[in-house]
């Protein structure tokens, strides 16, 4: 080598070498060239960025001194259908908000909570280090509650209303004025250039109906549908929209993809298969709890009350519990040692397993015989008992009687004669035998204990006729397996049946069961009706200990005290059948016609007419078959059918069709994946800048509302006059260019006669708390200036002025104030009994289900708690049509307990726990070969998906478990085009998979259809049958 | 001087270097404390049995300390356990132990990490170099370095809001009611009375850094490292990378 | 059926200490090496260890001095490395290493410039443009032995304190039982003979024509270190294996159930089995494969105890995943380093080429006590 080329080479080599260095210390340069501060610099040496204290506590006093730039507000969260009570801490310069916890009045964050009356400051010293209180009075927000603000200054919020361009679900979209938005969704016209599309206006025909042959569903209007998804405290607003005004009748929540199935399965206990009531463990006080199928702490709701609750009475108190799950949750904390326990059950058989240890309690004579045999309330009251039930009334057994199924009634054996309107009502008693004599007598004609089993005759003016009590019905049930054959199916040992049995039956009153969203199976109508029938058999309700359903709310929306705003004049009473078909088949048309042609069932798809109104039926045969009619438009606000309802993903297609549904109008700040396939989106308010009155759904003894106000600017553009574009604004708007009555100038009535405009949220709201206000025995006190000023609702002080009366406004603020109207803790019991107790029998049989049919079989659902396994909607067994020999798995989903499907989009939760592995069964795992974080394959009858395994003791062999919330195909997850800026799209928002997506189709049911429970018609999402494959290592 | 500050000084010849320096007993080390108050000595007990594994505590740490993406002062280590055929949920939560002997201190070169008088470890981070050593030291794994400021980071028991009359934020907000912050120097309060009444444990005893965050009802499986099968997913920078797109079998 | 348990959430804690800190590490320990190894030559004048000698010392220089650029990259607030200077903190074993490293690697410089002024006067009497450079650097003197041997020692003091610091920092760690062995710091000294001699071996192999004299010596030298570091290792398995020691039966403990740190343990031993049969059966015409094994297997030691040491969670389960990352942090910063190392051998050995083996040493005669004499 000559020198010179060494020495180029050598040159050349130095010259590689330095650059190398420059770059490798390029970061190391930079850092050296900032000096001091090679990082940012945060505000203090030690405590780094965090904001300054909200306020501080003079350590010997215990005065409070604000911080200047920061308020401490009470109002509402929505990090998920808890709504929990909070206290936010709102950066006022920034409109931030900068970290969230409880608010101390209400039950949903705190116990024990504040007094009522306390003032606003003292609830300061009640949250901080002064003499501890803060320990004791602690009030909080979860893990979701304090990432949720993140959805307030999200990159995925939707500002301003959208048009969509191109074909729906295309992901493009136009910012429209909001006058344009109003105008075409009332107007309609060619409004894509894909041809006319009528608007709400051409939609509202109150007289013409839509079938002249079918006069029973009603006018057109009906063809204008609305689903909510949760329930944040402004339905009634929609409602007074929707249904007064506008008129339709279709409006549904999300009930049927929530917990229908055990909210039917309780409301068959409770006597009304529409509103559904239901009751919830006093977990304060019970000893024991088993919750089948809802697991507390982890889920449930209310979801932190529960949590706090569990935790405090497991440790401090009493309490033991019991999950029964399929799989192992955060419910069953190991540290708590013996107090609580895991047992897994086979998915959608706890029928099996409650009829068990109902089987169980009958033959060991544990059923609670004193509250049984309470034939009405006052001998249930004079025996000492909290509640009755109808276990001794009579049930007419006669085979082909026309009133076979039903309850014995007082006309029945000629007791009474009543108009036809009356027959079988309220004033047509109940017929139960008389201990004494052996004679029937009317059940309210007794002052003490009936009979409680009975299987013979009673005369009637036409002879004697075949009867049996509730309980005999109920004993028969439960009987017809033996305890082995329950065990066999649920998969639960037969002695850990009968032990939980034992122990349930050892603690009186203070024992209960409960559940939830176990119970969305393909049997969870029974199942929770057997489920329930437990609590009944225990005579739990309305003790302390045992089950109660709460206290309530305080209604907002009732005509009056201050002002009526339940009604107006011009009001519609929506007419017709709705879209869920949850009515008697057989009182169609459809029925009729079939009858005459001599084949009545089945109806072309199934009816549920114990069931409320079902989104399940309304996605499927409703809106994609139009059974019983087409939709003509569709609104939607804070739902998501499309991501929450097993196999309801398949119809996004269908939907994303404007000839299946014209007209797509979508209320949401988010673009979910339901709104993705609108037409028009319209910018949605998010939690801390809404208006709100919200409760709890159960499980608090004391009445209480929660209320949420705006503690920030909306970040939603405005209006010309000031108003954050929002629901409340398009609803007024709407109902204006519509010129529906109960809207605009004069439209709401105080009860003094004089009308006050509906022109804003605040004319609404701000009313409905004047309402709440004045409820009770005495009005609410006023607030005073130390509560307004420590509060923050200095903020929304004009409105309050602006709209209210001089002697409401104080009033109104002091609800504000404390985030809430709550009674206080200490009058949620009596004694030992609830102070709000549910007055009405509770049902050992009920009629109502006991005499409907099957629309596709014309076969009755028995009337009584029972077993039944897992079926298709006209009976045949799941297990029948997808064998276990080809599908041996079977998933389930449980809720995470980190994010609900609207957190996604919250980094902070998502860095925490990224994704959503399937729990795969230890032996199972071995068998196939499949280790945690392999790529697994999952397949159903409805789809496949790949998924990443975790393998797992905590899943009961046999069971894919997935956690709901991940798996999302919007939200961030996708890009979308507004104008000409793109929304930033975020691959890990689409990570994991979403059981839903693997959700079942019916295949013994014609056309559209999402596999539900036969009699609930609720959504199915435990127990599809499945196949697993390992498809690559990790 | 205690064993752990004699295991400080290992290795051939450090003993003279060692012994000259490190000779400090804790008392000393008291006295080279500063700030805050000596009247006080704050302390967490964390009842493991009420914890419901919520991570409230964990958000709302980030939340009030503008905790950096992806790092943690606190987090609730969450397991399934499984024993004797029977599972549970085993629910953890870890933070800064505020150890009356830490030994993050001693090997910190430029004395940013430091203890003040109410026992609260701190880490000014104005003087940090951004060394780690500390991050090193601790056995907790408590520390990290802070990618937006580049100097150490760790839970500072809220130390604002303690000195302003108020519970740190993740005591404020626990939903369980697991976390109970207090006064090891107040005989009445509820942490002094628990330290006294109850038969508490702390993390890696073994290591003599005599920890002021106690715990109730820790399994000693968990009381040092764990041995278990991993979390699949970190939490880090490139966690959200590497999760790709949805594939769709 | 035993405990089992799986982890639902926990988080990582990533390294703290970056690839900087195994590019200071390795190349502060080569540099100490490659002193210890040219100290016979050069300090101690032993003609026959001169040639070698002469390399290592360009060992210990270049990478003597690329190495504290590293340790201050590892600093994420490399601006205030001052601030170690204006606090006495002798609790930390950092803190007394950033007195110790100015210290030796000025020594070094000055030992370094001791040892090559005979080659600056040499270059100072050839025609060239830089004669007058060469000359200046000289200091108008030549070989000097006691100057040589003076600064040996203090080099050699400034090099055991580095060692010692660098050791002992991490073996002090109590917090993770892997590095908190006494056996650390020997391991270090060790691997980092062991490093730099195969550095000396690889240096002399790319040098214009191989010396084959080094090159065996070397490989001799190496066989030698790297049987140390065999007998190290195994004392430190067998205190672990038989528990007879807490301390290594932990450190064992900590990274025993771990599939990656098996076959790291068995390329471990096969890197030191292997340059040390071959070191042994054939020291000649081998030194570009011993060589690089044993440069790699000291790189190998540092990147384990520190990027695999810190993958062991202290309190998790399992093991965290460490993926290099590209940036400075990450592979740029490890090649960047290199190039460093590079840029600066280039330098110097562009300024001082090897002197032709041809001539042999001109001093070999003189009498060792005259030397200074004759050379003033
Ligand atoms: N963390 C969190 N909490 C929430 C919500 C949230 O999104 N996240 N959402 C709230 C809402 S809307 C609701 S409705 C409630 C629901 O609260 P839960 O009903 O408590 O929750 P789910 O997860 O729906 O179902 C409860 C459990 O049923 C189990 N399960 C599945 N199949 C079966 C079965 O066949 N039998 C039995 N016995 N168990 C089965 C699941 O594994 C799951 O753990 O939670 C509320 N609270
Ligand atoms: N596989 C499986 N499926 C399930 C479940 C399950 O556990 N597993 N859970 C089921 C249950 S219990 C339920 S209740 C349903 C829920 O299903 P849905 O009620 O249909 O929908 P959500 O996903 O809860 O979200 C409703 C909408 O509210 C919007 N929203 C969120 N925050 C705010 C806010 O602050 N303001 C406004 N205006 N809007 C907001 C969101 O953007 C979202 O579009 O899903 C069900 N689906
Ligand atoms: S339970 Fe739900 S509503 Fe309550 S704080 Fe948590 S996220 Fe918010
Ligand atoms: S990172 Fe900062 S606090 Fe930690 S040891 Fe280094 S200088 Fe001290
Ligand atoms: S837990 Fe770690 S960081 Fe906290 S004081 Fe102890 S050693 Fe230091
Ligand atoms: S005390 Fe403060 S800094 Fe420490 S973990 Fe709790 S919230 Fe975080
Ligand atoms: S907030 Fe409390 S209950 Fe929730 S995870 Fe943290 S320590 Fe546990
Ligand atoms: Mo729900």
Known sequence: ?1034 | ?249 | MDTNIVEIINVTREVAWLPWAVQYFFLIGLSVGGLLLSLPGYAFAREEWRRLGRVALLVALTCGLAAPVALLSDLHQPGRFWHFYVVLRPTSWMWWGSLFIPFYVTGLLVHGWACFREEFQQQGRVDSRLAALYRLAALGGGRNDRLIRGTGLVVLAGAALVALYTGTEVAVVKARPLWHTPFLPVQFLMTALVGATGLVLLLNRFAAVTDHEVEVQANRLLAGALGGVMVVGGLWLALGLFGIDRTHAEALESVAKSEAWRVTAIWAVLATALPFVIAVAKPKGTGLLTGLIAVHSAWMFRWTVFIGGQTVPKTGAGFYEYALPAGPDGLLGIVGTAGLWVFLLLSITALLPTPPRSAPHPVRAVPAADRAVAAE
Not at chain 1, 157 to 186: H, M, N, Y
Not at chain 1, 219 to 231: D, E, H, K, M, Y
Not at chain 1, 710 to 716: E, F, G
């Open chain 1, 1 to 1034: 080598m000559s020198f010179t080329r060494r020495l180029l080479l050598k040159t050349t080599a130095a010259g590689g070498a330095l650059a190398a260095f420059a770059g490798g210390f390029s970061e190391t340069g930079r850092k050296l060239a900032k000096g001091a501060w090679a990082g940012e610099k945060p505000e203090n040496a030690i405590s780094g960025n965090a904001p300054k204290p909200e306020f501080r506590v003079d350590p010997t006093s215990g005065d409070i001194a604000l911080t200047p730039g920061q308020i401490v507000a009470y109002t509402g969260c929505i990090g998920c259908t808890t709504l929990c009570g909070v206290r936010v801490r709102v950066d006022t310069e920034r409109n931030r908000v900068l970290r969230v916890a409880g608010n101390p009045y209400t039950p949903m964050s705190t116990d024990p909570f504040l007094p009522y009356g306390t003032p606003v400051q003292d609830s300061f010293k009640a949250l901080s280090r002064f003499q501890e209180k803060g320990l004791n009075g602690r009030s909080t927000a979860c893990g979701r509650g304090n990432a949720v603000l993140e959805n307030v200054t999200s990159p995925f919020r939707i500002t301003t209303p959208l048009k969509r361009v191109g074909p729906r679900g295309s992901g493009r979209w136009e910012p429209i004025a909001f006058d344009q938005l109003v105008r075409e969704v009332c107007d309609g016209g060619d409004l894509f250039g894909e041809g006319a599309v009528d608007g709400l206006k051409a939609l509202r025909d109150l007289k013409t109906p839509i079938d002249p042959a079918a006069p029973e569903l009603g006018p057109r209007v009906n063809q204008v549908a609305l689903i909510t998804g949760v329930p944040d405290g402004r339905e009634s607003l929609v409602q007074r929209f929707f249904q007064q005004a506008y008129g339709s009748i279709n409006s549904v929540g999300h009930g049927s993809y929530c917990g229908g199935a055990y909210r039917a399965g309780s409301g068959a206990v409770f006597g009304d298969t529409k509103q559904q009531p239901h009751a919830k463990p006093d977990i304060a006080n019970a000893e024991f709890v088993v919750f089948i199928g809802t697991a507390p702490s982890n889920a449930g709701n209310p979801f932190k009350r529960q949590a706090t609750l569990v935790a405090k009475a497991r440790t401090d108190g009493a309490l033991r519990y019991v999950v029964v799950d399929p799989v192992l949750t955060n419910a069953r904390a190991a540290a708590a040692g013996e107090r609580a326990d895991w047992i897994p059950i086979r998915p959608g058989t706890d029928g099996a397993f409650a009829m068990g240890i109902i089987r169980w309690m009958f033959e060991n004579g544990r059923i609670d015989d004193r509250y049984l045999s309470q034939p009405n309330g006052k001998a249930a009251e004079a025996a000492g008992e909290a509640g009755w039930c109808n276990a001794t009334h009579l049930v007419v057994v006669q085979k082909g009687h026309p009133r076979e199924g039903r309850l014995l009634r007082a006309s029945d054996l000629g007791w009474v004669t009543l108009d036809e309107k009356d027959r079988y009502g309220d004033k047509d008693a109940f017929v139960v035998l008389d201990p004494a004599t052996g004679a029937p007598v009317a059940h309210d004609a007794l002052t003490t204990a009936a009979t409680l089993f009975h299987d013979g005759t009673v005369a009637t003016g036409t002879g004697d006729l075949a009867v049996k009590t509730s309980l005999t019905l109920l004993r028969e049930e439960a009987m017809r397996l033996d305890l082995r054959a329950y065990s066999d199916a649920c998969g639960v040992p037969a002695d850990v049946i009968g032990g939980l049995a034992r122990e349930l039956t050892s603690h009186g009153k203070k024992a209960a069961v409960n559940a939830h969203g176990g119970m969305m199976s393909g049997s969870g109508f029974y199942n929770a009706f057997a489920v329930v029938t437990i609590n009944t058999l225990l005579g739990n309700l309305n003790w302390k200990g045992g089950t109660i359903v709460g206290g309530g709310r305080f209604p907002e929306n009732g005509d009056g005290p201050r002002y009526k705003l339940a009604s107006f004049p011009g009001q519609v009473k929506p007419s017709g059948l709705p879209l869920g078909r949850n009515v008697p088949y057989e009182r169609t048309s459809e029925f009729k016609a079939r009858k005459e042609a001599g084949k009545p069932y089945p109806a072309k798809a199934p009816w549920y007419p114990t069931a409320p109104g079902l989104t399940t039926e309304w996605v499927s045969s409703g809106i994609v078959d139009g059974y019983p009619y087409p939709v003509k438009a569709l609104l939607l606000w804070n739902a998501n059918p499309v991501y929450g309802i097993p196999g309801a993903h398949r119809f996004a297609q269908k939907l994303a069709d404007p000839k299946t549904v014209p007209l797509i109008v979508a209320v949401d700040p988010f673009i979910n994946e339901t709104s993705a396939l609108a037409d028009y989106i319209v910018p949605d308010t998010v939690l801390y800048e809404t208006w709100g009155w919200t409760s709890a759904w159960g499980g608090v003894p004391t009445k209480m509302t929660t209320a949420r106000w705006p503690v920030l600017v909306p970040r939603t553009d405005t209006l010309p006059d000031g108003q954050p574009i929002q629901l409340e604004p398009f609803l007024i708007a709407l109902a204006k260019r519509l010129g529906l009555p109960g809207f605009g100038p004069g439209a709401i009535e105080d009860m003094d006669g004089n009308r006050h405009p509906l022109e804003t949220a605040e004319d609404w709201h701000l009313r409905a708390g004047a309402n709440i206000a004045w409820l009770g025995k005495q009005p609410v006190p006023d607030a005073s200036d130390e509560d307004i000023a420590f509060s923050g609702v200095e903020r929304v002080l004009p409105a309050l002025k602006a709209v209210l009366k001089p002697e409401e406004w104080r009033k109104v603020a002091f609800i504000l104030a404390r985030g809430g109207r709550y009674q206080n803790q200490a009058e949620g019991f009596e004694g030992d009994r609830a102070a709000h107790r549910f007055a009405k029998p509770l049902q050992i049989h009920n009629e109502a289900v006991g005499t409907s049919k099957s629309s596709l079989t014309g076969r009755r659902w028995p009337g009584t708690a029972t077993w039944m396994p897992p079926v298709f909607a006209d009976g045949t067994p799941v297990s029948r049509v997808h064998t276990p020999a080809d599908w041996p798995f079977q998933l389930v989903s449980s809720k995470s307990v980190l994010v609900s499907a609207y957190t996604i989009g919250a980094t902070r939760l998502r860095h925490l726990h990224p994704e959503n592995p399937v729990g795969v069964n230890v032996e199972d795992a071995r068998r196939l070969g499949i280790r945690t974080g392999d790529r697994i394959r999952i397949a159903t009858p409805g789809g496949a998906e790949l998924a990443t395994a975790i393998v797992r003791h905590g899943v009961m062999a046999g069971v894919l478990a997935v956690e709901h919330g991940f798996g999302h195909r919007e939200y961030g997850a996708r890009t979308h085009v507004i104008g000409d800026h793109r929304q930033p799209e975020v691959p890990g928002i689409a990570a994991g998979i979403n059981l839903n997506d693997l959700g079942l189709v019916d295949p013994t049911r014609t056309g559209a259809s999402v596999w539900v429970d036969p009699v609930a018609g609720t959504a199915v999402r435990q127990g599809i049958p499945a196949r697993l494959e390992r498809v690559a290592a990790a």
């Open chain 2, 1 to 249: 001087m205690d064993q752990s500050r004699r295991n400080f000084c290992l290795g051939a010849g450090a003993a003279t270097v060692g012994a000259a320096t490190l000779s400090t007993a804790p008392a000393e080390a008291a006295v080279a404390r500063k700030g805050g108050d000596p009247a006080h000595r704050w302390a967490m007990v964390v009842d493991v049995r009420k914890c419901v594994g919520c991570q409230a505590c964990t958000v709302a740490c980030i939340m009030e300390n503008d905790v950096p993406e992806n790092s943690f002062r606190t987090i609730v280590s969450t397991y399934e356990v499984t024993e004797h055929d029977s599972s549970g949920t085993y629910m953890l939560p870890r933070l800064c132990n505020h150890c009356e002997d830490p030994p993050c201190i001693p090997v910190c070169p430029t004395g940013a990490t430091f203890q003040r008088r109410d026992g609260i470890v701190v880490v000014d981070n104005t003087v940090c170099v951004g060394c780690a050593y500390c991050v090193q030291a601790c056995p907790y794994d408590a520390r990290f370095i802070n990618h937006e400021t580049q100097t150490a980071d760790k839970c500072t028991f809220c130390v604002h809001r303690v000195d302003a009359g108020l519970l740190p934020a993740c005591v404020e907000t626990c939903v369980g009611g697991a976390r109970i912050f207090g006064d090891l120097n107040d005989p009445g309060s509820t942490v002094s009375k628990l330290v006294r009444e109850q038969d508490l444990k702390v993390l890696k005893p073994e290591q003599g850094t005599q920890p002021r965050v106690f715990y109730v009802g820790l399994d000693p499986k968990f009381q040092g490292r764990v041995d278990g099968t991993p979390t699949l997913w970190r939490p880090s920078a490139h966690a959200e990378r590497s999760l790709a797109g949805k594939e769709h079998a």
